[in-house]
């Protein structure tokens, strides 16, 4: 088992900045990947990030963030990060720290492991 638990979250104006976290606690040494996904209002779940958690720090990235979001860890703190900036209204959504125990599948297909998401709301 994983328990995620998601902060940083919070109302920044278009342009801003806000840095997300996601610490992991139980069974850490079984994760091979973490991803962020994100969700607005009547859209479907679509991922933003992702980064291995064990044998490097390779990262993924949706391209509508690529180049204003930036996935790191601290494997030591069990922790994983989502620095975005320049930060548009359409980034609105509540965002969910995910992590993966398999190492199936593609970037986009998230593991069984949720957290309990975060509001990020940017405004115009």
């Known amino acids: 088992q994983v328990q995620l638990v998601e902060s940083g979250g919070g109302l920044v104006q278009a342009g801003g900045s806000l840095r997300l976290s996601c610490a992991a606690s139980g069974r850490t040494f079984s994760i091979y990947n973490m991803r962020w996904f994100r969700q607005a209002p009547g859209k479907e779940r679509e991922f933003v990030a992702g980064?291995?958690?064990?044998?490097?720090?390779?990262?993924y990235y949706i391209d509508s963030v690529k180049g204003r979001f930036a996935i790191s860890k601290d494997n030591a703190k069990n922790t994983v990060y989502l620095q975005m900036n320049s930060l548009k209204p359409e980034d609105t959504a509540v965002y969910y720290c995910n992590a993966d125990t398999t190492g199936w599948g593609s970037w986009t297909k998230p593991g069984v492991f949720w957290g309990q998401g975060t509001q990020v709301t940017v405004s115009s």
């Open positions: 980064v291995t958690w064990s044998g490097g720090s390779r990262t």
